[in-house]
């Protein structure tokens, strides 16, 4: 029997999926959790946003690195999660294509990882990211590679035999670069990973995507 699929929205995937997402088996966040955090090299005391913050995985590893982080998800159900992951963080529920509704110049850091895909206002996501830091903040921003999601992988998940798909805007790694650049950022610097020895051992499914990268991570500041 041919498995059903429903497209539905981005906010009511996220909701459906956010009981379940952790323990979905995933490529993309597999190296996200391994990447994204030592490249923000989180400090005691600092203020660190996380825009997009899902379940909390990031959170409550920034809560154990002492600084203090706000999270800040569109998804009533992620956050729910993400409460019982850091129940000491701050939490926010925001559209990330608004304004933020956040003190300005007030952030050491703003950590965005993996919500891109479902961004079509790109720089009004960016000027806020930028609005939010203090002169000296950095950036740490990582998405699912544009390569993959240009040739039509997207975000789903399967729940009670039906798979949900939530669609996955088509950028280019130069469009980021070129939002974030824009948005008033400088020293920009990307790496881009694919599936390693590591990955594939512990996702063998992730072997279809041998040799092509799938996490795309950019680092910035604001002057």
């Known amino acids: 029997m041919a498995r059903r699929v429903e497209r539905v929205p ?52 920034l809560r154990h690195s002492g600084s ?44 965005s990882t993996l919500v891109s895909e479902h961004l079509t206002e790109l720089g009004t996501f960016f000027a806020e990211a930028f609005g939010v830091l203090r002169p000296g903040g950095r950036l740490v921003f990582s998405a699912f590679h544009p390569d993959p999601a240009r040739a039509g992988v997207e975000a789903n998940f399967e729940e009670a035999g039906t798979e949900y798909r939530l669609g996955a805007e ?16 400088r020293a920009l610097r990307f790496r881009e990973y694919a599936p390693d020895d590591e990955l594939l051992g512990a996702l063998p499914a992730a072997a279809k995507y041998a040799g092509r990268p799938l996490l795309l991570l950019i680092e910035a500041e604001r002057p």
Request: glycine residues 8%; aromatic residues 8%.
């Open 10 to 61: 981005v906010r009511d995937g996220y909701d459906r999926w956010s009981a379940s997402y952790d323990a979905t088996p995933n490529p993309v966040v597999a190296l996200d959790r391994r990447h994204t955090l030592p490249a923000l090299e989180p400090r005691p005391g600092e203020r660190i946003l996380d825009a997009g913050c899902g379940t909390g995985a990031h959170l409550r590893a």
């Open 68 to 111: 203090r982080p706000v999270g800040m998800d569109f998804s009533r159900g992620m956050l729910g999660v993400a409460r019982r992951a850091a129940p000491e963080a701050w939490l926010v529920q925001a559209d990330l294509e608004r304004e933020f509704p956040l003190r300005r110049r007030v952030f050491d850091a703003v950590l």
């Open 170 to 185: 088509r950028y280019t790694v130069e469009d980021y670069l070129d939002r974030i650049a824009d948005a008033g950022f």
